[in-house]
């Protein structure tokens, strides 16, 4: 009944934590329909599909209630044509849960949209917490020429939800590259959520 | 009913946490009853009772299930009689709440302690995360020459039970200076759990 107390360190040069219960990575092939040039991401899979976008590593407890889990992020740096590396990105299954996100190494943007298309974006660098509130969906981007590397946390009994994206046609905006920087520019292919889409996003809560 | 993203800076040196919504801090006085030495306790009271020993800010979103609270922690070094400074130390009111503490700046401990009385210590340092499972009571003790700063993350309806240690007569173990190092040793006022007390602990839970 009673679980183990367990100590993990995170390296931020490979985004390793010790310790970890269970880990998956996103090969560039993995990411069909994420980006917003088809044919820059097909040139890219021809050459390099297997490349390894991002990986995750976390630790999962027994509880699925109550409990948290908690697990570092590592996303290579690199662009589809001018659109910089994203994770899939998810709500979380039970709407009314959150996620913090800390930067351990490298520097990046949490992407966020709302049910209703609202989109904030925040930068994130090593000791930068960013606070995703429930309901709203979330992508992280490597916006810098080296690793992203963060921590997350989130309620055990989250869950996530990866197809919200794709069925919007993406988020509301991509980030791409201007200059040394980058902006966020409308995505062309985005369909808003209608009323009932947006209502059963908020009905998944307890 | 849509809470907005938030962005937060964790100062290493100060524990400071930008745009956090709360905050308090514990000084010696507030803290009579908690060290082994009543008299060497008494007698730094007397000299410096309105010294700061720790001070927590935290960021408290505005709904209280399935939400998270995050901070830091910013303890002073300083012992009393061999005996280094430790947070009051706590049980979630909700016992099936876990929390997570990721160092920051200094070293120092996570004394933990389960309701039948089993402890476990874990040292935390820079890019150290401490898990810490429900049900098991915690405190945090500064084992170097320098401040002690973490921060934390748990779930926002866990509440905290202050007093399951007074009740106790103490955590089972006190931790005291050995050389350079540390040592931890039974408290001779610490008063085990009953079958009653340790079932209450577990009742706690949803």
């Known amino acids: 009944m009673l679980a183990e107390p367990s100590r993990h360190v995170v390296d931020p040069a490979s985004g390793a934590l010790s310790a970890a219960t269970g880990s998956y990575e996103k ?18 899979c021809a050459t390099s ?7 995750v590593e976390d630790v999962r407890p027994a509880a699925r209630h109550g409990d948290l889990i908690f697990g570092t992020t590592f996303m290579e740096p690199g662009k589809i044509a001018d659109e910089f590396f994203v ?38 660098a090593p000791r930068v917490l960013v606070y995703v509130p429930p309901f709203w969906i979330h992508r992280s981007i490597n916006i810098g020429a080296s690793p992203l590397v963060m921590s997350f946390c989130y309620p055990a009994d989250s869950g996530q939800d990866y197809d919200v994206i794709s069925k919007a046609g993406g988020m509301a905006v991509r980030v791409v590259a201007d200059g040394d920087g980058w902006r966020d520019v409308p995505n062309p292919d985005y369909r808003p959520r209608g009323p009932d889409e947006i209502a059963a996003l908020y009905t998944r809560q307890d």
């Open 27 to 44: 090969r560039l092939r993995d990411l069909a329909g994420v980006y917003g040039d088809a044919a820059a991401f097909d040139a890219a």
């Open 49 to 55: 599909g297997d490349r390894v976008v991002y990986k």
């Open 87 to 124: 994770t899939r990105g998810h709500v979380h299954a039970l709407g009314n849960r959150p996620e913090t996100y800390y930067g351990e190494a490298g520097e990046g943007l949490m992407l966020m949209e709302s049910p209703e298309g609202e989109v904030r974006i925040l930068k994130i």
